[in-house]
């Protein structure tokens, strides 16, 4: 065991927790939220859509399995920080190259541990979300509160500009992979696939590319017109980080893009900001849903799927034209939209992460689905 | 899916007595089956040989039928019930087994019975290896290299295939009976021929052995409609190789990537749709190689299980109820999750603490048997504990056990403790063996090994437990000598105390390091405010707030007790179960919980047994599951203002832990510490006796060898031994002559070494009864007279017991009821209270007073229709017998008799000869009008089946060749053919008895155990004589006949007993009836 160094968490209501530090030594602020998957950090640690987020762990032991070189979900970590309850003091996978302290400090990620996170949980459950700021280079409370209300925070913020990619490009990975689950491959000839990355993950091309697409990745603020030029057979929409609202642009994209009857899947924030260009409303959840184990009823077959789920803001039913868009899932904790179809045009998202990288795969063959949506349109468009 | 209505009556099939591999998880799943399935309006009919479990509670079914778990007798219950369907996913393998044969007779279709819950041809798919290997194969799960043989040539085709070391699993046995790992082909040969025999159908698997594999289990659950969760993963400590109810196991799983384990997940979904479980949970089992991370699955269960058990405890999703609700007609959609009230129960539980459960061994039972662990299951119980890390839950989980460990070293036996000599610690390469083969020390082995300089890696070479749990592990033996960097206890700073604590070291392994007092490290962490707080299990890692009370310690920051004003009693439950404390005592916690309840009182149950109905979090009001220690009950009793705590009812465990409870302030309801330690002090409880004028056996104190055989020559053998303070009669022994003694002191000081001797005259050949009785300070009523089969000198638990006594004179019985009521009030009884008498010459003898709950108290409470266990404890509460209406002592018209069920089988090489010393795991009831059925019905539940023709043979030793002529000349008259040894069948022969003649063993062929061997012999009398050379050869007999599944009785009692039962049963047949039916004549009887 390396000599520990105090890191200190610091929540808006004043409260502080004191416990060691491990990763990058540093500072930082962000929104707290808690994630209940039990297994899949590293999935969790590279997911763009918690930038802006330091995300605290329920389960107590972390870095079990180390980091390795396959179960990454993008270039690096856009999050602001990780608490866990206890930091793993040895690596056992076969797969595993580093461990994670090692690779949080390469990844410029601040590490908390030792701190009772389940009292931390019970708070945030109990107040919601709330602005937090993590740092072992400065331990003095005032002064991190005082940091820590110079933060602007995430709502209304647009924080996609921040993780989606730098230029167009390709994406092929996922044809044979042995670690997605089995998808057919539906797809007649290779439909051509615009994915708008407003922070994607990697599983989200993967099974993309596994289900017959020949994908291409435009940045978030792709205008719709390039896009149109381009001649795509179909659109994808993909997750990530923050506040829908302030992403005027993407909603004016889609809305572009959609009406011309581009056949249209969407996931997460490629959800939310597919029901504002619909007309509808997205609201900040007190906590949000961050985990593995999320009931959702797809209300068309009665049948539940337990997803992945990770998002803060959340789509008003009461807000959406029920003559045009229908609301196919619910979250069946909460009864809050899961998912949503339009009545006319070839379009249907999901809130939740049908890609799973972390958590269950039940809802992996929504690729497949949205494959069979391409394939049946070509069909009646020719 | 909304519920069936077009079912009304359910027969829930229960799972018989406690076995190994078959425990009282299937009390726990029985129980929320008939709960859940009441609570929906069905009418519930059970059928359960097993008087001890709570589901057969008159209250908890509508008919409830304590008869044999068999198919012959379940069809009849059938054919007079006529129920709409039988669940048979509750009962564990027994009741599987009974559906399958009920279908395969045609039974079900007869009468028109749906199977629910699991269906015929699913059963099969996953029991039957065949088909479950192409189940397997078709949803592309790999499956280990394996054949099947039917015999021993094809056997040997198999493993010449796929080569050695391979798996030997005999098809349709309990807890793996009968199978094994053979490294070698003689130990091929020796396996495989033990599991042909124990299996069924007579059907082995051999499989490639996978030894050394990580291995895993997942609990799913399955609707109609079609929606699948995973409730819980959990990985072995122990690799593969040693049968998962014998390895240490964690919660949740812990070495494993998220695709890993999502890849597992989709392969449990994909099995368990193509094996067809259409509804409920299932368990399956997988291997997954360490080096490369390829995956095996090794087995599939396709109902409640042990491992539902663990995982319904673990995470605080009721796995058993959820089933049953399933099984008529729910989704688990429309069923709410109980703990969090407002989300459904459809989701997979996330939990934010650690759980390790540890098996509980008997060896020390069966000194003759082979303690290694492999493929067939071993141990007797478990416990299970949790923590905010896998060091606190691994320790909480050792001293939960209660075998002298108090956590991971540092108990008085620990060779490694400071101090203790160096000639006592074993070296590296002993140590390096000990990993290598497992047993239940091999965790201690881990710690040894580490103390003793083998780094990591070799202790992960040797035992290949994975790296992660080593490094844990290693980490807490660092904390252990960290404390050696301190002269004293005094010196120790709060922040290495609160560093211990929280890696799970007890005061009690903090004082014996220090050389001190627990209660003065108690004393000083309170001093420095070190003191644990207490989470919540909630099913979903605090996410959603829970309305359901049920908590564990931990050191941390923030406590989730709520205070509430009414008034609670705190009930301590009984830990892992073992021989000796089993599920009895789980009913008697349960049942005060029950009636306290319902007068009002908040309980607070506390145990660490997650097979038990008590920690159901809805059995209780809160539920502490923590190890039953005075550190960890005060910390609880800490928390809350508790009018006082109930310790008679959980066996000895609570009542180890009563007198230092008591000293720290909790109030001890009902008997005080001081009344039961004055029974216990042979010299306080001798003059006790000599004051009310009540005979005991002669007997004497000693605390040396010496005088020990000082006191055996003034007293005259034969002789009781045993040391003071034991449950079970662990130690104890009838000698006959000082060799004996000698050799019996020399090893009882180990038992109890801060304990003396007892010596007693033994009253040989002397009737035994038992007796249950309550008082309640004024008034005294006897609950039950129960008179042994067995003569005295049998230990109670192993004895065949009838209520009312069947040949007392009634003037010995009401000296019973006299000695029994002024002993109550002498002693100061509040409760319950158990007396032991032996009767001799008409003259009657106290053997044992136990002022708490016994053993019999769940049996003699279903013999007479009320809750002994709920009287008793609404009178330590401080309610009169008179406000609660039990004034009269209630002898039924009927017979009830208890017979025993032994875990011979599972330990190969133990003769069955039984003595003082308890063997038995469990025990069934018969209950009959007429005597001689209500003992045969009794065996027939324990699977000693009488024969109602054929082959008798008779071998006694030579004080029972008199009085065995009268039983032999009642089976002749029956019309049996008599065998017998020489000297038996000149003795029978000389009284006119016609016996033909078998040879001994070594007189010629063929002998007396070949003709057992070939099915021959259809009952066994044999009883042992004390000679040591003859033993050898009456154990070679015993022994087959427990491998032919032959009864046996050693004792003439018995055999006379079962004489009558094979009469009276060969007369008017076997009649089945219900128990409230029972009941109700009962309530007639009295009101006339």
């Not at chain 1, 803060?312 to 868009?325: H, P, Q, R, W, Y």
């Not at chain 2, 069936?4 to 029985?30: M, N």
């Not at chain 2, 067939?376 to 002298?404: D, S, Y």
């Not at chain 2, 060749?961 to 053919?977: C, T, Y």
Request: proline share 5%; hydrophobic share 40%; with cysteine.
């Amino acid at each position: 065991m390396s000599a520990t160094k105090p890191c200190l968490l610091v929540l808006e209501d004043g409260s502080t927790f004191e416990g060691t530090h491990f990763g990058h030594d540093g500072e930082s602020c962000g929104e707290l939220v808690f994630n209940t998957a039990m297994s899949g950090y590293q999935e969790i640690l590279t997911d763009p859509s918690y930038h802006g987020q330091i995300v605290l762990m329920t389960y107590p032991l972390i870095g079990n399995t180390g980091v390795n070189t396959e179960d990454i979900e993008s270039d690096g970590c856009d999050l602001q920080g990780f608490v866990v309850r206890e930091l793993s003091p040895l690596v056992s996978n076969q797969r595993a190259t580093v461990d994670l302290s090692t690779w949080l400090d390469e990844q410029k990620v601040v590490g908390l541990a030792g701190v009772d996170t389940r009292a931390i949980v019970r708070k945030v459950r109990t107040h919601g979300s709330l602005r937090a700021i993590l740092s072992s280079v400065d331990t003095d409370r005032e002064s991190l509160l005082k940091k820590l209300g110079g933060w602007q925070g995430i709502a209304g913020r647009d924080l996609v500009r921040e993780v989606t990619c730098d230029s167009v490009h390709t994406w092929t990975e996922g044809l044979d992979s042995p670690f997605l689950p089995h998808v057919e491959r539906v797809a007649v000839g290779s439909p051509r696939l615009a994915v708008l990355d407003f922070g994607i993950k990697r599983n989200m091309l993967r099974g993309l590319a596994a289900a017959g697409f020949d994908v291409t990745v435009y940045p978030a603020s792709t205008p719709a017109a390039q896009v149109i030029e381009a001649a795509h057979d179909c659109l994808f929409l993909s997750n990530g980080p923050g506040d829908p609202e302030p992403l005027s642009y993407a909603v004016d994209t889609i809305r572009e893009l959609t009406q011309t009857g581009l056949p249209t899947f969407g996931i997460c924030l490629g959800h939310q900001l597919t029901a504002l260009a619909l007309g509808g409303r997205t609201v900040k959840m007190k906590f949000g849903h961050h985990g593995a184990n999320q009931p959702v009823i797809d209300l068309t077959t009665e049948r539940t799927e337990i997803t992945s789920q990770n998002h803060s803001f959340v789509v008003e039913e009461d807000s959406l034209d029920a003559g045009k868009v229908e609301v196919t899932h619910v979250n069946l904790n909460d009864r809050t939209v899961e998912g949503l179809r339009h009545r006319e045009l070839p379009l249907f998202t999901v809130q939740y992460h049908p890609e799973a990288a972390p958590g269950p795969r039940d809802a992996f063959y929504l690729f497949r689905r949205f494959a069979e949506m391409v394939a049946s349109h070509g069909t009646a468009a020719s | 899916m909304p519920r069936r209505d077009d079912l009304q009556r359910i027969l829930i099939i229960g799972a018989g007595p406690i076995v190994i591999g078959q425990a009282c998880e299937f009390d726990y799943s029985g129980t929320q089956a008939c709960k859940a399935l009441r609570e929906e309006g069905y009418e519930v009919l059970l059928v359960n040989s097993n008087p001890a479990t709570i589901m057969t509670d008159p209250e908890f079914a509508d008919r409830t039928y304590i008869e044999p778990v068999n198919v012959d007798t379940v069809a009849r219950i059938i054919e007079r019930e006529r129920p709409d369907a039988i669940l048979p996913t509750m009962g564990g393998q027994t009741a599987l087994n009974v559906a399958v044969g009920l279908h395969e007779a045609g039974v079900l279709e007869k009468f028109g019975v749906e199977m629910i819950g699991a269906k015929y041809d699913v059963i099969q798919k996953a029991e039957d290896r065949d088909l479950f290997k192409k189940a397997m194969e078709k949803v592309g799960a790999a499956v280990p290299p394996s054949g099947i043989a039917y015999t021993l040539d094809e056997a040997r085709e198999v493993v010449s295939r796929i080569g050695l070391p391979c798996v030997i699993r005999p098809a349709f046995t309990l807890g793996g009976s009968g199978g094994g790992i053979a490294y070698n082909p003689e130990e091929f040969e020796r396996i495989v021929n033990r599991g042909l025999e124990l299996s069924r159908n007579s059907e082995v698997l051999i499989e490639k052995s996978i030894a050394g594999w990580k291995e895993f289990e997942l609990e799913v659950m399955r609707d109609r409609k079609d929606n699948v969760v995973i409730v819980c993963s959990i990985e072995n400590l122990d690799p593969m190789g040693v049968h998962t109810g014998d390895s240490i196991t964690v919660a949740p799983q812990q070495t494993l990537t998220d695709r890993e384990y999502q890849e597992m997940r989709d392969e449990s979904l994909a099995i368990i749709r193509e094996i067809g479980v259409e509804t409920g949970g299932s368990n399956i089992q997988f291997a997954t190689n360490p080096e490369n991370g390829d995956r095996i699955v090794i087995e599939v269960n396709p109902r409640v299980s042990r491992s539902s058990a663990l995982a319904s405890k673990a995470t605080g999703f009721p796995i058993a109820k959820m089933a049953a609700k399933l099984a008529v007609g729910y989704s688990l959609d429309e069923i709410p999750n109980d703990i969090t009230k407002e989300t459904p129960a459809c989701f997979e539980p996330s939990i934010d603490y650690v759980v390790v459960k540890m098996p509980r061994f008997a060896f020390e039972k069966f000194p003759e048997a082979d303690d290694t662990l492999g493929t067939q299951m071993k141990a007797v119980g478990e416990t299970m504990a949790i923590g905010r890390n896998f060091k606190e839950a691994l320790q909480k989980a050792m001293r939960g056990l209660e075998t002298g460990d108090v956590g991971f070293g540092l108990s008085r036996k620990d060779p490694f403790r400071p101090g203790a000599p160096r000639a006592l610690m074993p070296g590296k390469r002993e140590l390096r063996k000990q990993l290598a083969i497992p047993t239940a020390e091999r965790i201690q082995a881990v710690r040894h090994g580490l103390l003793a300089g083998l780094t990591e890696a070799e202790v992960h070479d040797a035992s290949r437990i994975d790296p992660w749990f080593v490094r844990h592990m290693a980490d807490t033996v660092k904390l252990e000598l960290e404390m050696s960097e301190f002269a004293s206890f005094e010196d120790v700073p709060a922040s290495a105390l609160k560093r211990w604590k929280s890696a799970g070291f007890s005061d009690v392994q903090l004082a014996n390091h220090f050389g001190t007092e627990p209660a003065r490290v108690r004393t000083r962490r309170r001093e420095l405010g070190i003191l644990p707080v207490f989470k919540r299990i909630d099913t979903c890692a605090a996410e959603f707030e829970s309305y359901t009370p049920y908590l564990y310690s931990t050191y941390e920051s923030e406590c989730e007790v709520v205070e509430t004003p009414a008034p609670k009693i705190m009930v301590i439950g009984g830990g892992p179960n073992r021989i000796g404390q089993g599920i009895e005592f789980d009913y008697c916690c349960v049942q005060a919980c029950i009636r306290l309840r319902e007068q009002g009182y908040e309980i607070i149950m506390v145990n660490s047994n997650p097979e038990t109905v008590s920690t159901d979090f809805d059995t209780s009001d809160q539920l502490f599951f923590e190890p039953v220690t005075v550190e960890d009950v005060l910390h609880i009793h800490e928390t809350q203002a508790v009018q006082g705590a109930i310790v008679q009812f959980g066996g000895q465990t609570p009542l180890n832990i009563s007198l230092g409870l008591k000293r720290a302030g909790v109030t001890i309801l009902g008997t005080s510490p001081e009344a039961i330690d004055l029974v216990e002090d042979r010299e306080k409880f001798k003059a006790l006796l000599e004051r009310l004028d009540i005979r005991q056996p002669e007997s004497r104190i000693a605390v040396t060898a010496e005088g020990a055989e000082q006191a055996a020559a003034e007293i005259g053998y034969p002789l009781v031994v045993r040391p003071s303070y034991v449950l079970g009669g662990r130690g104890m022994e009838i000698v006959y002559d000082r060799r004996a003694l000698v050799r019996w002191v020399e090893e009882a000081t180990e038992a109890s070494p801060d304990h003396p001797i007892l010596i007693d005259r033994f009253l040989e050949n002397a009737i035994e009864v038992d007796v249950d009785a309550v008082y309640d300070g004024k008034r005294f009523v006897i609950g039950g007279i129960m008179e042994h089969v067995e003569p005295a000198g049998i230990h109670s638990g192993d004895s065949t017991s009838i209520l009312p006594p069947h040949s007392l004179p009634d003037a010995v019985v009401d000296v019973i009821r006299d000695h029994t009521a002024r002993l109550a009030e002498a002693v100061g009884v509040l409760g319950l209270m158990n007396v032991q008498y032996a009767v001799k010459d008409g003259e009657v003898y106290v053997i044992e007073v136990n002022p708490r709950a016994s053993r019999t108290v769940p049996f003699v409470s279903k013999a007479i229709g009320i809750s002994l266990a709920g009287v008793a404890a609404r009178v330590m509460a401080g309610e009169s017998l008179e406000e609660i209406g039990f004034t009269e002592e209630i002898v039924p018209e009927y017979w009830s008799v208890k017979a025993p069920v032994f875990p011979f089988t599972k330990f190969p090489g133990t003769d069955i000869v039984l003595g003082p010393e308890m063997k038995s795991t469990g025990e069934v009831m018969g209950i009959d009008a007429n005597l001689g059925c209500a003992v045969y019905k009794a065996f027939d539940a324990a699977s000693r089946t009488l024969p109602l023709q054929g082959t008798v043979f008779v071998s006694v030793c030579n004080r029972d060749k008199e009085s065995v002529a009268d039983v032999a000349r009642a089976f002749h008259e029956l019309g049996f053919k008599l065998l017998a040894t020489p000297g038996t069948q000149r003795s029978l022969e000389s009284q006119g008895i016609p016996a033909a003649t078998v040879f001994k063993r070594g007189e010629g062929r063929p002998d007396v155990v070949d003709v057992i061997s070939n099915h021959e012999v259809h009952l066994v009398i044999n009883s042992p004589s004390n000679e040591p050379e003859a033993r050898v050869d009456e154990k070679a007999i015993r022994t087959a006949a427990l491998l032919r599944d032959v009864p046996t009785l050693t004792s003439v009692f018995g055999a006379r007993i079962v004489a009558t039962a094979v009469e009276s049963m060969r007369r008017s047949g076997m009649r089945v009836r219900s128990m409230q039916e029972f009941h109700e004549e009962l309530q007639a009887a009295r009101a006339t």
